[in-house]
């Protein structure tokens, strides 16, 4: 992506795939410094070998997913130095059904203003995995210096993931 050029996807049953991509000094006032997903039907992502780096927001400074029901895959994807002045340094997620897959992906230095400083999610219902999945120095405010989770039901799995 072009340095401070954002990406809104405003996606309705759509499958998306991100690969080989580097998102890096994106900037928004509200969610999503890199990419804003905005939707209320199915969706299915992938993001392969992506790196988010130097990413700003409000909200979900790498990634921001708002409202609907969505599937979320990351493969071996770095998020680094990404900054939110609220919630989820690197990612948010909220107000939806939730399933997201962390594969041998790295949040390194990521910072939340309030809670959340790598992951933020606040979910009707999640089943997310983390697979050998590495945090090193995320920061949060308030609560959640790596991970923050809040669902109304299910659970979030951690296989071989480091939090240091």
């Known amino acids: 992506m072009e340095k401070g050029k954002k990406l809104q996807l405003n996606l309705h049953l759509i499958k998306t795939t991100f690969k080989n991509l580097m998102f890096t000094n994106n900037r928004a006032?509200?969610?999503?410094g890199a990419i804003n997903i905005d939707n209320y039907?199915?969706?299915?992502?992938?993001?392969?070998?992506?790196?988010f780096?130097?990413?700003?927001?409000?909200?979900?400074a790498a990634l921001?997913?708002?409202?609907?029901s969505n599937y979320n895959s990351f493969e071996s994807c770095e998020f680094i130095n990404n900054s939110a002045t609220r919630f989820g340094g690197a990612m948010r997620?909220?107000?939806?059904?939730?399933?997201?897959?962390?594969?041998?992906?790295?949040f390194i230095g990521n910072t939340a203003g309030s809670n959340?400083?790598?992951?933020?999610?606040?979910?009707y219902s999640n089943k997310n995995k983390y697979n050998n999945t590495l945090?090193?120095?995320?920061?949060?405010?308030?609560?959640g210096g790596a991970i923050y989770i809040n669902s109304y039901s299910d659970s979030d799995n951690f296989t071989n993931c480091i939090f240091m």
């Open 64 to 68: 921001n997913v708002y409202a609907g």
């Open 116 to 123: 959340g400083g790598a992951i933020y999610t606040n979910t």
């Open 53 to 60: 780096i130097n990413n700003s927001a409000r909200d979900g």
């Open 135 to 143: 945090f090193i120095n995320n920061n949060a405010t308030n609560n």
């Open 41 to 51: 039907l199915n969706n299915n992502n992938s993001y392969i070998n992506c790196g």
């Open 29 to 32: 006032n509200t969610g999503g």
């Open 93 to 106: 997620y909220t107000r939806q059904i939730n399933a997201t897959n962390l594969n041998n992906c790295v």
